[in-house]
């Protein structure tokens, strides 16, 4: 019974964009020597010229050294965050920026050791299928006939162009949505303003409140945008089931002379 409440909060923290309260790193601890020491330095884990060229300027920026210290100082205390910093930016090294065909936005990864992978909605291998990605296989069932699959691993995707974009890129260990507002979100609306100005006729997919609040910042002369429910067990059904997100798609993306995304997981 308690593993079923906690798991009905995860899902109503991640449905409604609220966090649960956590202490967060003060002032101090951030000039703490043993913060600075631990900062990773993130600018060395994004691989390809095409997403350095549109992001490379930000790790020079206040907000992102400042961002690399907070996560210092999360490591000094000895509090665990996920993903591991090889991950955080899998997303963009996975699916190139002159790639980039579709766009699915998600809110923070999973608290969970071993289960973030830096794609929003994806876990790792061998990790149980969680309940909003489950969701999103009955949706693809529904719509395209593709059997749910029993892998969570979403890279199949990214590598054809889906963009699985996190808007918060860690979390710390257990506590959804604790890193929000440390400046990832600075970040990955820089990412998002350049598909929008850069690339033309991408398919964005905003599902949720959180997700939709993006929205102001795509144009829609240039590209589509899908809105639905999310896919959370508390809302898939007042407003994801039945979108059809997969099939209209590829329907677009064929009207774009693009290819259509394959979305089997084996």
């Known amino acids: 019974m308690l593993r079923l409440h906690a798991t009905l909060l995860c899902c109503l923290l991640v449905a409604t964009g609220c966090s649960m309260k956590r202490p967060v790193p003060t002032a101090r601890d951030l000039a703490d020597p043993a913060a600075l020491a631990a900062a990773p330095r993130l600018s060395s884990q994004l691989h390809g010229e095409s997403w350095r060229e549109v992001l490379g300027a930000e790790f020079g920026k206040d907000y992102f050294k400042q961002l690399e210290t907070f996560l210092g100082a999360e490591k000094a205390a000895g509090q665990a965050y996920f993903p591991t910093d090889d991950l955080v930016f899998n997303a963009f090294n996975t699916t190139p920026f002159d790639q980039v065909d579709v766009v699915i936005i998600g809110q923070d990864p999973y608290p969970t050791p071993g289960v973030a992978m830096g794609l929003s909605f994806s876990v790792q291998d061998g990790v149980k299928v969680p309940a909003s990605l489950g969701n ?6 529904s719509d395209l006939g593709i059997a749910p699959a029993k892998s969570g691993n979403l890279s199949k995707w990214a590598r054809q162009g889906v963009l699985l974009l996190n808007a918060t890129l860690t979390v710390r260990a257990g506590a959804p949505n604790s890193h929000a507002g440390q400046g990832w979100e600075n970040f990955t609306d820089t990412a998002i303003a350049a598909v929008n100005a850069r690339r033309k006729g991408v398919v964005f997919l905003l599902w949720g ?11 829609t002369t240039k590209h589509h945008v899908l809105t639905a429910g999310h896919p959370s067990p508390l809302s898939a059904r007042t407003g994801f089931f039945g979108c059809r997100h997969f ?5 677009l993306l064929a009207k774009e002379g693009r290819k259509p995304i394959d979305w089997t997981i084996e």
């Open 136 to 141: 999103i296989y009955k949706e693809l069932q």
């Open 209 to 219: 409140k959180f997700a939709q609040a993006k929205a102001p910042m795509i144009d």
């Open 247 to 251: 099939s209209q798609t590829n329907a």
